[in-house]
């Protein structure tokens, strides 16, 4: 009998069937964690916060700094300059005499001041509600095109201002993803923040990043986790190894 030269059928996943898979079991575990924390804190429904250009501003205090003090930064910037105008054309020393209480004032004037001129320059006036009626993805390569604004900085302007499912990847959602095992411990929060974005539902997008947060926060902190209290401990695949090691460099004798 003849031999059809046709290949026989092959079942072998392709790397696209792989990738999809993982991002299914990702945003599977993402719903739990989701359901998870908002049984143990509420539900965190999608709210718009704040006009965009201060929102990039308030991101940008915020960076290497804790929310009270780039609160405070923000206050005192507002309240200090009448109009985003003034701050472009103040002295940076000035700018950065009002921002002292959020750290790192220097730079962070000049980003600022630099980040207000471009958008004056792009759009005619300095205001990015222009963004709104464009592509998430082009709003993003929009904003990270601005010296001294990253993807979270970014991903914050188009989440919290304008309720797009775009996700933020902070310290502490990059320190959870890393413990929860969402992400490998060798992935950077811009590599955590690429899957995070392609795995999460859209609809969680918002939730998840605030939930995370608090959770970083308060319960999984990064020097000592709460374990023993932790909701996520059954899927954890780190729960109780921080205590565990503290305990074991304690038993160990001084040398
Ligand atoms: S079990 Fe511990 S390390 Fe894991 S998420 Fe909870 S607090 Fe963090």
Redesign the pocket.
Known sequence: MRRSARPARTTTATRADVDRAGRTLLARRIRTIVARLTKAYGPRPWKKEDDPVEELVGTILSQNTNDKNSHAALEHLTRGFRTWEEVIIAPVEQVADAIRSGGLADQKARTIQRALARINQDFGRISLDDLAGWDPLRSMEYLTSIPGIGPKTAACVLMFAFSLPVFPVDTHIHR?AV??GLVPAKFTAVQTQQVLQEACPPDLVYPLHVLLITYGRG??RAQR???AS?V??DI?P???T?EHNRRQRRKRPDR
């Open positions: 959870l413990r929860l319960v999984c986790p709460d374990c932790c996520l401990q954890c780190v729960a109780f921080f």
